[in-house]
């Protein structure tokens, strides 16, 4: 019998912290290229702004992918995927703060802001509890 998405019993693994984290990196993404990509809204005569709306997103998929694809069995592997997670999440403060002023320079509506500004903040919880999941179990590496 085929059992709803939603009511699946999935379990908390590293491995699907990994997964939820870039996959959701990945749909924010996605995302912003489409809204900023409404030239009704996003005004190209504010270009660099949409571009550094892009761009932060795409930094926070690129990032958050690059993680997944270190295979940690040193210490300098651990370093580096733990450098692309702390960069991917820290861009997320970044695009917290360009969808702020894009409010105001695009006169957004408050539900787009409100969403939008929903999943970043979920990409970010999402990346940390997967920094701290590897915390766990690389922190000991010499």
């Keep these: 019998m085929a059992v709803n998405v939603g009511q699946r019993h999935v379990?908390?693994?590293?491995a699907n912290r990994m997964f939820y984290a870039v996959d959701a990196a990945k749909n924010l993404a996605v995302y912003t290229i489409?809204?900023?990509?409404?030239?009704?809204?996003?005004l190209?005569?504010?270009l660099a702004t949409t571009s550094m709306l892009r761009n932060t997103a795409l930094t926070i998929y690129?990032?958050?992918w690059m993680a997944n694809n270190v295979k940690v069995v040193t210490k300098e592997d651990w370093d580096l995927r733990r450098n692309y997670q702390v960069i991917s999440a820290a861009k997320c403060n970044s695009l917290l703060a360009l969808i702020d002023l894009s409010k105001s320079l695009y006169h957004l509506k408050s539900n787009r802001v409100k969403y939008w500004a929903q999943k970043t903040i979920e990409v970010r919880g999402l990346l940390r509890k997967w920094h701290e999941s590897?915390?766990?179990r690389y922190g000991k590496l010499q």
């Design 34 to 42: 489409q809204i900023c990509g409404n030239e009704k809204i996003f």
């Design 62 to 64: 690129e990032n958050a």
């Design 44 to 46: 190209p005569k504010y």
């Design 11 to 14: 379990p908390d693994t590293p």
């Design 134 to 136: 590897d915390q766990e």
